[in-house]
Structures are given as structure tokens and as C-alpha cells.
């Protein structure tokens, strides 16, 4: 088998482990059924199943998104030749277990938001680690420091800025930029074409910046 063919076939194995939704395999496991149903966005991800499945199906749906987008990555980069990770074919298999897991080929081409799941194919860089901590960064920044909601709003900006700054880094390592960015692309288009009722966009700098709009509002 051939390097092409070989990165074809981890691209599928990929879009596969990351087309298995946890959230709904845990639901059953912990008899929480209609866990889902019960959300708002009836997303099948973390977050909801945490919310609405309990502690242990939140765990362990989180366990298993993570490692559905780590091992595909990390076995693919294992004992390959640098040159190969220059081609856009490399680069879907970075991305190959969001895809899956926003447009699962098992739940009719409807999946979750792929957030998790971009954390653990960015894991699977290992040892090149710095990607992923630009990515938890941009997701604690909008959420500590410049606080952005509704967490819709919170995961298109932090996918953006982590492009920005995964572009600028990530130099000599083409692969990871064009992965990233043919993800970050299709969890937005999942963000944005979700029937989700999308609330008014607010920013808190540190908690005072509403504070300080109010108060322009009343003089």
C-alpha cells in the first residue's frame, strides 16, 4: 500500500471514529433516553451530556470524543515521512473526526458541534503540542478574560482567533493549518446553520463592560 493510499484509508477511519456519537451511546448505557430531547439544541455532545446525563455520562462521553479524534491522528503521524504532511490529504486527516462527528454517517449526516473532538485531534499532534494550547487559550480567553456569550458566539470566535494564531505559528508544519482550517470551517458551518435559537451577542471585559454600557445607557 502506498503513502497515498494509506492516508486515504486513515481519513476513513477518521470520519468513522469520529461518526460515532458518544453522547448517544451513553444515553443508553446510563438509561438517560431522552437526555438529548430535554436540551435546548439537542446537540449530542459534552456539555449536554454533562447537563443532562449526569456526572459518569459526562465523563465518559468526554473521554471517548477526545480519544476518537486522538488516535486517528496520533497513529497516522506515527513513522511517516515529514514530506507526506505537506498535501491537503494529510491535512483531512486532522479533520477527517470532525467532519465525522458533525455529520455522522450513522444519525443520518447529523452530529454535534465537534468541539471536544478538535481537542483531541489536536492531541493527537503529540509531541507538537502548541496548537492545541493556542486552542485551549482562545477558549479560556473568551470565556475568563473577555467574556463572550452565548457560548455560540464564544465557539465561532475561538475557533477564528485559533486559526489566526495556529497560521502564524505553525509554519514548516503546513498540515496542521490546512487540518485545522478545513475543521474549524466545518464546525462553523455546523454553528451557523443550527436551528438553535441564537440569543444577542454580549461581551464582558472581566464582568464590567455590560456594567459600564448600562451606565452610558442611563446618562
Request: charged letters at 15%.
Amino acid at each position: 500500500m502506498n503513502e497515498m493510499s494509506r492516508t486515504v484509508m486513515f481519513i476513513g477511519m477518521g470520519y468513522l471514529s469520529g461518526s460515532v456519537l458518544y453522547a448517544r451511546v451513553f444515553a443508553r448505557v446510563f438509561r438517560k433516553e431522552n437526555m438529548l430531547e430535554q436540551s435546548r439544541d439537542h446537540n449530542p455532545g459534552t456539555a449536554n451530556a454533562f447537563l443532562y446525563g449526569g456526572f459518569w455520562c459526562g465523563v465518559c462521553t468526554l473521554i471517548f470524543d477526545l480519544l476518537k479524534g486522538f488516535l486517528p491522528v496520533y497513529v497516522f503521524l506515527q513513522n511517516r515521512n515529514p514530506d507526506a504532511f505537506q498535501s491537503w490529504l494529510s491535512a483531512l486527516v486532522l479533520a477527517a473526526p470532525v467532519i465525522g462527528h458533525t455529520f455522522s454517517v450513522f444519525y443520518g449526516f447529523r452530529g454535534g458541534k465537534g468541539i471536544a473532538v478538535t481537542f483531541g485531534c489536536l492531541a493527537g499532534l503529540y509531541p507538537v503540542l502548541e496548537p492545541l494550547y493556542m486552542f485551549a487559550f482562545c477558549f479560556i480567553f473568551f470565556s475568563t478574560i473577555l467574556k463572550i456569550s452565548p457560548h455560540f458566539y464564544r465557539t465561532v470566535f475561538s475557533y477564528l482567533l485559533a486559526l489566526l494564531m495556529i497560521g502564524r505559528k505553525a509554519e514548516g508544519m503546513l498540515f496542521i493549518v490546512r487540518g485545522f482550517f478545513a475543521a474549524a470551517v466545518v464546525v462553523l458551518i455546523r454553528m451557523l446553520t443550527s436551528k438553535e435559537k441564537k440569543s444577542r451577542l454580549e461581551v464582558k471585559l472581566f464582568g464590567c463592560f455590560n456594567t459600564f454600557l448600562r451606565d452610558r445607557r442611563r446618562t
